[in-house]
Nanobody, 120 residues
Framework: QVQLVESGGGLVQAGGSLRLSCVASGRISSIKDMGWYRQAPWKQREVVAT???????THLDRVQGRFTITRDNAKNTVYLQMNSLKPKDTAVYYC??????????????WGQGTQVTVSS
């Protein structure tokens, strides 16, 4: 079955950078939108950035200008480049994707999450 796996999280000092990757594997016919979400302790999960199959992007206002979402359709991979990181960016980051194995039915899949910790 289809699986999403994130990587690239870790511990970084404020002002530093990280690049997250998320690879979709399995029987995949096509992928529509992909995105990155994050959830900090005791807070709601929020959308960080999204990208359509055509490359149109959106970014959360609080990360605009610091984070950039990109994708490689040939590799079924979505990336999140995070620059000028702040302690408040600390959270578990999840990727998701709308995936079809048949070209008819579509399913929303989530990765297991990767921890990003920004120290002061």
């Amino acid at each position: 079955q289809v699986q999403l796996v994130e990587s690239g999280g870790g511990l970084v000092q404020a002002g530093g950078s990280l690049r997250l990757s998320c690879v979709a594997s399995g029987r995949i016919s096509s992928i529509k939108d992909m995105g990155w979400y994050r959830q900090a302790p005791w807070k709601q999960r929020e959308v960080v950035a999204t990208i359509t199959s055509g490359g149109t992007t959106t970014h959360l206002d609080r990360v605009q200008g610091r984070f950039t979402i990109t994708r490689d359709n040939a590799k079924n991979t979505v990336y999140l480049q995070m620059n000028s990181l702040k302690p408040k960016d600390t959270a578990v980051y999840y990727c998701n994707a709308e995936i079809s194995t048949s070209g008819v039915a579509w399913y929303l899949r989530w990765g297991q999450g990767t921890q990003v910790t920004v120290s002061s």
